[in-house]
């Protein structure tokens, strides 16, 4: 298989500029978009967008949201109750200026959430999903896991690490983040009912030690969407399979696509 050719950019979202990367193998071949987490950015991605490029034949389009890694910086921390909703319609309109046709949407988190958002709002536009450990309702378990997040980044290095990859944009996304989980207001955020407008198919990975979410969130994401599903629990893995299981990762994904083209 071919080289793909890397490109490194911005554009101008909204007033806004956000950075992205591609890996493109074919201009005809068809596109997975990669959204990152509440905490991730391209880089944090690492290796993995280029070798999903290598192994499924794919273009890979992955970009930094609005005050995440190199994008612009957030003009507030205040984020409203659906603000994920409000990143599914920044996904659709960077699938219009590239002018993606029927993309792949391959989340991690918030980036799973939002995934699956934008296949509910968007759902003849979106050819599948898959959601790494995504969230569609609160758990204590997720606010447990923030509160610990919490702590780290008052007492441990925490802040340093995410400055590598963030710089100013660091605090300020942290709050964010924390703010609009831990607030009252935020406990009956739920989008079941959204789900069943997705009738694209769709693949749930999630850890069986997932220190974010319980299994719940893939069974009941599963329940509600209308398309073909398929789910893959891995035993000893926490929240972000992508970097804890890589090979394996790619691997599943790779099969799944190779099925949506048969």
Known sequence: METPKHKQ???????QKLYYEQY?????????ILLHDSLGCVELWRD???KLALKTNYNIFVYDRLGYGKSAAMQTTYRPINYMSLEAEVVKKLMDKFNFK?????GHSDGGTIALLTASLYPK????????AAHIFVEEITLAGIQQAQTAYKNTNLPQKLYKYHKENTQNLFEAWVTIWQSEGFRQWNIEPELQQINCPVFFIQGEADEYGSLLQLDKTLENV??????????????TVHKEK???FIEKIAEFLSNQES
Not at 9 to 15: F, K, L, M, Q
């Open 9 to 15: 950019a911005y554009i101008n979202v909204d007033g």
């Open 24 to 32: 493109i193998i074919n201009p005809s071949n068809p596109t997975l």
């Open 48 to 50: 993995i967008p280029q």
């Open 102 to 106: 029927n993309p792949v949407l391959l």
């Open 125 to 132: 536009n979106i050819k599948a999903v898959i959601a790494e």
């Open 226 to 239: 209308q398309g073909k599903t398929k789910k893959l629990i891995l035993p000893d893995t926490g929240h």
């Open 246 to 248: 890589p090979n394996l």
